[in-house]
């Protein structure tokens, strides 16, 4: 079955109602400083929002020659479209559809001039996981199946956000804070950082973990003086302290916090970093964003070479959308999905947004559709063409 068409399109979706259910007050993310690698920027310290780029999403379509078709979405608007529109598709039409692997070696290679690492790989990712949901609907099978089938039933899920009261009375079991204060708000930022961790462990006990989430904010000094301030807290691990690209700096955290459990990876792109992590020992548990490093392909290369060293891997925002989810329980050592809580507290998670296919988690668990694909139903009248 060969590939007919590769389509680049635009969301156009019906507006949402709304939730049901009033809120109780606006989210933490309305308003909270979250330590960043712009933060030593004063003008646009205060939130991300000020300097991330407003890319809309990209939504792949993939025809093959019988008329069936794969649907998958990625991010960062008109570059990865132009990508995946001017360079991918010409290349990729008429190969065949189920080659997945020949084909995520194709984009990964033909992308070397301009550079596969970035907008490209996440250019690729879009590729790859609408190739995925297309293979699943051309042999009426879901995507956990075609990758040999669940190895468990559910996936214990953990909330990131700080509304910590309300993801313990959704029943989440682990809590993941998004760390406010960086390097450049010194004693009082270290300060402030070990407070919110302290109140955060006098609220949900022992019983349940914590994580802390750096996004990019540190470098090797702050990160172990924040580590040692919150050993007595016991934290489950910290995450993505140092920005992706400094190896020597990961080895160097590792080796002055030899006790301290360490993750990375959200924003690494191909499995090549990954695998350099696997082999310098730099951290415990690897997170791969399966729309950005190169799709369910790249996120499966990378679980194995991890599950071969004893390493975990865990999605970045794996609970949240049924591509995650799929892969999550089809891999031995995914033991745990990601759930970023954006929506305000007080309203049901079964009332919020959610890509269609996906199965909000419930009582700190989450589980996935069986569908054929990825289980997105989603009719093509949502969509038009991104470039008209």
Not at 23 to 28: E, N, T
Not at 49 to 62: F, Q, T
Not at 157 to 173: H, R, S, V
Not at 181 to 197: A, I, R
Request: aromatic letters at 10%; a negative charge.
């Amino acid at each position: 079955m060969r590939i007919k068409a590769i389509d680049v399109l635009r969301l156009k979706r019906p507006a949402p109602k709304g939730p049901r259910t009033p809120a109780r007050r606006p989210a933490w993310t309305q308003d909270a400083e979250v330590a960043n690698p712009m933060s030593r920027f004063p003008e646009v310290k205060r939130h991300r929002s000020l300097w991330l780029p407003r890319w809309e999403g990209v939504w792949v379509k993939i025809t093959a020659e019988d008329g069936t078709y794969g649907l998958a979405s990625c991010s960062f608007g008109r570059p990865v479209a132009a990508i995946i529109a001017d360079h991918f598709a010409p290349l990729l039409v008429g190969q065949e559809a189920l080659a997945i692997e020949r084909l995520w070696d194709m984009m990964f290679r033909m992308s070397k001039p301009y550079g596969t690492v970035g907008l490209a790989s996440v250019a690729i990712s879009g590729v790859d996981l609408a190739l995925w949901d297309l293979a699943g609907k051309i042999q009426g099978r879901p995507v956990y199946e075609l990758l040999g089938g669940k190895v468990r039933d559910r996936a214990f899920a953990y909330a990131t956000g700080n509304d910590i009261d309300w993801y313990l009375e959704l029943g989440f079991k682990a809590v993941k804070l998004a760390c406010p204060y960086g390097p450049v708000d010194g004693l009082w930022g270290l300060d402030e950082n070990e407070k919110l961790v302290a109140r955060t462990r006098e609220l949900v006990g022992d019983d349940v973990e914590i994580m802390l989430d750096c996004y990019m904010a540190f470098d090797v000094e702050y990160t172990v003086r924040l580590a040692e301030r919150l050993r007595p807290y016991g934290l489950k691990w910290i995450e993505e302290y140092l920005i992706p690209e400094d190896l020597d700096g990961h080895v160097a955290v590792r080796q002055r916090l030899p006790w301290q459990t360490l993750a990375t990876g959200e924003h690494m792109y191909t499995p090549w970093p990954f695998q350099q992590l696997i082999t310098r020992r730099a951290v415990d548990i690897l997170q791969p964003d399966i729309h950005w490093v190169g799709g369910l392909t790249a996120c499966r290369r990378i679980a194995e070479m991890a599950d071969s060293a004893g390493l975990t891997v865990m999605l970045h925002g794996g609970g949240t959308h049924p591509y995650g989810q799929h892969l999550t329980l089809a891999m031995p050592n995914m033991p745990w999905a990601e759930c970023f809580i954006g929506s305000a507290p007080g309203v049901p998670l079964v009332e919020v947004d959610w890509t269609p296919g996906t199965i909000p988690p419930r009582d700190g668990w989450v589980t996935v559709n069986d569908g054929p694909g990825f289980g997105i139903d989603m009719p093509l009248e949502w969509f038009e063409p991104f470039f008209a």
